[in-house]
């Protein structure tokens, strides 16, 4: 068994804060990538964060501009999903409700060819679920970044009671041949990372709520004293409160409301005011 090859096509749906670096990291290993979102001009605006965060690395001396062209050469904005039908791999980073998923997935299965493989980046939605009314369930496998796609190196591939051992092997070795350190995991709420993260930002939030200290405070005693790479407040902002709320939600909800899981309302109130943190230019912090 080995990962899908350079020639195969990768389709990414949704180019928002993950589409856009697994778009960005498919090119970068030399396929050809077709982006979509379905709201207009997104895709778009993806795939030039993408020249913006390479053009960067130019500067800095880590990349020529030819290779920052050509790879954002091969990611190409696709105007409709019906552009799909030759891809080998799909990646749905889309937003984070089961429905919805479900309702792309479904509209896929009528696209793609019979060999393409349909992976959600999912945080924490059952992969069983995602694929439960679908013809070929046995196709639809997790394949979880983390954010930054491009530089996070981990990716827990997750099969879902329908998904064929096959299925995951190939797309765990095509983690690995995109420089990824892959782990397979079954189908639970949260699986292993958002699983032991959870209570990371609960906690912090707890603390939070019970005033103890600012989230300056809190976050730089867990990166300088606790040596946290990044602090809960800091994280949440980059990860976006939208996201995390709905994944603390989902977890909460598959694990029969167990108090441990319970979500912040803090951080339904900052999803409420549409402080959605470093995307929206606001959370916890400013980004003005
Ligand atoms: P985001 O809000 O930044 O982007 C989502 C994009 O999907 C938006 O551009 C939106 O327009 C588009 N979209 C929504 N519904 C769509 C549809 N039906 N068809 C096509 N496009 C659609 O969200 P994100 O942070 O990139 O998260 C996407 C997925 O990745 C979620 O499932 C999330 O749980 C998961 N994830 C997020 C993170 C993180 O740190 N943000 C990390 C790992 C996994």
Not at 1 to 23: C, E
Not at 53 to 73: C, H, I
Not at 190 to 206: H, K, M, Q, T, W
């Amino acid at each position: 068994m080995s990962g899908i090859d350079t020639t195969g096509q990768i389709g990414v749906i949704g180019a928002g804060t993950m589409g856009a670096g697994i778009a960005q990291l498919a090119a970068a290993a030399g396929h050809e990538v077709l982006l979509y979102d379905a709201v207009g001009g997104a895709a778009d605006t993806g795939r030039a964060r993408v020249a913006e965060g390479l053009e960067k690395l130019v500067s800095r001396g880590k990349m020529t501009a030819e290779a920052v062209e050509a790879l954002v050469g091969r990611i190409r904005v696709a105007a409709d999903l019906s552009d799909f039908r030759g891809v080998a791999l799909v990646v749905e980073a889309i937003v984070e409700k089961l429905e919805v998923k479900r309702a792309v997935f479904a509209e896929l299965e009528g696209i793609v060819g019979p060999e393409a493989i349909l992976a959600s980046n999912t945080s924490s939605i059952s992969v069983t679920s995602i694929a439960r009314d679908l013809e070929h369930p046995e196709r639809v496998v997790g394949m979880h970044f983390f954010n930054p796609a491009p530089i996070m190196k981990l990716v827990e591939v997750i099969s879902g009671v329908a998904t064929a051992p096959g299925v995951a092997q190939r797309v765990f070795d095509t983690a690995e041949a995109w420089g990824k350190v892959a782990v397979h995991a079954k189908s639970t709420p949260g699986f292993i990372v958002n699983r032991v993260a959870r209570p990371y930002y609960a906690e912090a939030l707890r603390l939070l709520e019970e005033q103890v200290a600012d989230p300056a405070t809190l976050d730089a005693l867990l990166t300088e004293g606790g040596g946290f790479r990044m602090g809960p407040f800091t994280l949440m902002d980059l990860i976006g409160h939208d996201v995390n709320y709905a994944v603390s939600q989902s977890v909460f909800d598959a694990y029969y409301q167990e108090p441990r899981f319970r979500p912040s309302q803090i951080q339904l109130e900052l999803v409420n005011a549409g402080r959605l943190g470093r995307k929206s230019g606001r959370g916890f912090y400013d980004y003005g």
